[in-house]
């Protein structure tokens, strides 16, 4: 079965969308946050910690790719209800990410109107483009980079709490990290059916996502990206450590995948030559 035919095997569809119904109902009852209402704006502190709101800044350009995100993955998977619809609420979920930590630039007094203005039109003049070719590929490095990207989220949460705390800014990544957890959920649930509808073809999807894993726009499309890579080194938010342990021995072992199978059937060496 080709990759394509995979997508729009009908019981695999009608399974990707009870899925998803399930996700999104669950969303709406519990996980729904109002970025106005919701946060103590009034309890920002200006003295946190300058290196947390340098963080921050880089997680909220990361965020600001949105448009490429959802944008260049859709065409993939337009012919998948369940996928298609997963994104759609997915980039409603991911907008707030950028808009609240944006505001909490701003409302803490760590960068000014001008400031952002200028950050935003630079990282929309760069474009992110798709790591992986298909929409297997796309559901593995999305399924990682969740997790990846809830890793990095939670622990900022506590590196700001350890460093001078900041109630407004907890709450926002409080729902962030809640936000990115359920989408690595979901994104794994997909994977797992892909999993049990062809192994094979699902692990040789993940295997490149997890041996060049790296963060999106970070290392290629922000200004002054080794700084902003040793930022998040300095404060242990994440490195290569974090991530041997944290994203890949994690997954293989909650998605039951071994070693030797994500490295690959080996290549025999001729004898003769
Ligand atoms: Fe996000
Ligand atoms: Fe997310």
Redesign the pocket.
């Known amino acids: 079965m080709d990759s394509a035919a995979l997508s729009f095997n009908p019981e695999v569809e009608l399974s990707l969308w009870r899925i998803y119904r399930d996700f999104f109902d669950i969303a709406e009852r519990k996980r729904r946050w109002r970025v106005r209402d919701d946060i103590p704006w009034d309890e920002c502190n200006p003295n946190l910690d300058p290196a947390i709101a340098d963080v921050v800044e880089t997680?909220c350009c990361?965020?600001l790719y949105l448009p490429d995100y959802v944008g260049k993955v859709l065409p993939l998977v337009r012919r998948s209800k369940g996928r298609t619809w997963f994104y759609a609420n997915w980039g409603y979920?991911?907008s707030k990410?950028?808009l609240a930590l944006s505001d909490w630039l701003l409302r803490s007094g760590h960068r000014t109107e001008e400031y952002m203005f200028d950050l935003e039109k630079k990282v929309f003049e760069r474009e992110w483009n798709l790591p992986e070719g298909d929409h297997l590929g796309m559901l593995a490095y999305a399924m990682v980079q969740e997790h990846a990207?809830f890793l990095n989220?939670r622990n900022l949460r506590q590196r700001a709490q350890a460093l001078g705390g900041d109630p407004a800014l907890d709450r926002v990544l409080a729902f962030?990290s809640v936000?990115?957890a359920a989408?690595f959920g979901l994104f794994k649930s997909f994977f797992e059916l892909y999993l049990q509808v062809d192994r094979d073809r699902a692990i040789a999807a993940l295997r490149p996502v997890l041996n060049q894993f790296q963060m999106p726009a970070i290392h290629d499309l922000l200004d002054e990206s080794k700084s902003r890579i040793a930022r998040i080194r300095e404060l242990e938010l994440f490195n290569e450590e974090i991530f041997i342990r944290d994203v890949y021995t994690h997954l293989l072992n909650t998605l039951n995948v071994t070693k030797a199978e994500l490295r690959g059937p080996r290549v025999k060496k001729s004898v003769l030559v």
């Open positions: 997680f990361v965020e979920e991911e990410h950028s990207t989220y962030v936000d990115e989408h």
